[in-house]
């Protein structure tokens, strides 16, 4: 049992490019979610999905899209890399009214 | 939406020492969650707690949900329990859209 997984955990892009973050759970969790945290700051939501087929937005979604086709996975898509966008992004998971799980996190820079 | 302040924003302690972290919140809620984030960055639930009292080990917490706020008690505090507390909470009972706090980071020195 995985929990959370996320990949890659390190990321260096350039201005421009674009990239996915992968999250995968194997806990059959309807809801996922993905968070950003910035250096000494909590972590403010991205998007999230209450299951396959359905995302909505988060507090901070300008730059990020979705999609959720399986329980499993639930990618994030960077379109086009800012220095804004350098920080620490968590993925998690949840199952009706119990707590989140997070992955381990992936640290992205943006030069 | 939710506005979360968490008190105090830095605590250092010797170890052994007892400690109290507070969460406010501006709205009802149903869901409260409290993690601890270690110093290699990974957050851990500690508590889902939107409203009572729980412990665990030298943790407990108590939410007051009609006062609009919960506390974290951590007893004979050990080094390894340094790192940042965050209380996350949100109108749900589901805990995937959750609102966090900007956290009360504590050291335990030996």
């Known amino acids: 049992n995985a929990g959370v997984t996320q990949t890659p955990k390190f990321q260096v892009l350039k201005t421009g490019q674009s990239m996915t973050l992968q999250c995968a759970q194997d806990?059959?969790?309807?809801?996922m979610s993905w968070y950003r945290q910035d250096p000494g700051m909590g972590l403010r939501l991205i998007h999230y999905s209450v299951g396959a087929g359905i995302t909505d937005q988060g507090e901070v979604p300008n730059g990020y899209n979705v999609s959720r086709s399986t329980t499993e996975d639930f990618p994030l898509r960077l379109l086009s890399a800012a220095p804004s966008q350098t920080s620490v992004y968590f993925c998690a998971s949840s199952r009706g009214s119990s707590p989140l799980h997070f992955g381990n996190g992936t640290r992205l820079t943006v030069t | 939406g939710i506005q979360v302040e968490q008190s105090p924003p830095d605590l250092i302690l010797q170890e052994g020492a007892n400690s109290t972290l507070r969460c406010n919140f501006s709205?009802?809620?149903?869901?409260l969650q409290w993690f601890h984030q270690n110093p290699w960055g990974q957050l851990i639930n500690l508590f889902y707690i939107p409203s009572g009292t729980k412990q665990n080990g030298r943790l407990s917490a108590t939410t007051v949900a009609t006062e609009r706020y919960s506390l974290l008690y951590i007893s004979s505090s050990q080094t390894t329990d340094s790192g940042v507390y965050f209380c996350a909470v949100g109108y749900n009972t589901n805990a995937g859209k959750s609102t966090f706090g900007d956290g009360t980071t504590l050291t335990v020195k030996p």
């Open positions: 806990m059959n969790h309807e809801y």
């Open positions: 709205d009802s809620v149903n869901n």
